[in-house]
């Protein structure tokens, strides 16, 4: 971890603004309303639970695991389930919370399962953005940063596991991530 060579690309206060400055936006646009927000484990816990407490409007909460096959740091397409939720989404609103979209794969995979449960209304809030980089098209509903390309750790994210708990958000060195897996 001390050996990783990273530099930091959104410090802590940015970070705190640009939570509340969405949550204020989820507050305003489900008024009334009682959302169900469901966080893709691991990388969206921190910030899941930073916007949650931010948002001015009651929301229940739920997890899915998605697990994603491919070599280093490519998604290969493949996205499989590994933990459903364990709440009745039918005829309610939900709010999925991710903490990147990097090909769009991943919640190109969820959304689709999700809807087969029949919600009244599915967004999607990520906190990281890599615009550029997608193999299918996704716009999220919520983003907190777009990025270039580049590999990122802290505030959920992490390199081989490492780094989550780091309360910024860091870019580390390319050829570090070529090395990966
Ligand atoms: P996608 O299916 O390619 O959009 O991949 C999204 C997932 O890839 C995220 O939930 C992360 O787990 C992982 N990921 C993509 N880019 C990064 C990164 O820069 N840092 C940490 N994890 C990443």
Redesign the pocket.
């Known amino acids: 971890m001390d050996k990783m060579r990273k530099e930091i690309l959104f410090p802590r206060d940015a970070i705190q603004r640009r939570v509340q400055e969405i949550a204020g936006q989820i507050s305003v646009d489900y008024k009334g309303h009682e959302l169900i927000v469901i966080g ?1 484990l ?3 816990f921190i910030f899941m639970a930073d916007l949650i407490r931010a948002m001015s409007i009651p929301c229940k909460v739920d997890f899915v695991r ?1 697990a ?1 096959y491919g070599v280093s ?3 290969s397409g493949k ?1 499989v389930m590994t933990k459903d939720i364990e709440t009745s989404i039918k005829g309610r609103d939900i709010l999925i919370v ?12 969820l959304v689709n399962w999700l809807k087969e449960r029949n919600p009244q209304s599915l967004k999607v809030c990520t906190f ?1 953005d ?1 615009r550029k ?3 299918v098209p ?1 716009e999220a509903d919520y983003v907190g940063f777009t ?1 270039d390309d ?4 802290g505030y959920g ?3 081989n596991e490492q780094a989550r708990f780091l309360p910024e958000v860091y ?2 060195e390319q050829e570090q ?1 070529e090395v990966r897996g």
């Open positions: 893709i691991k990388g969206a998605v994603s740091s490519e998604s996205v991710e903490d990147i979209v990097d090909t769009g794969l991943t919640l190109t995979y990281l890599k980089r997608r193999k996704f990025m580049g590999f990122v750790v994210l992490d390199f870019i580390i991530v």
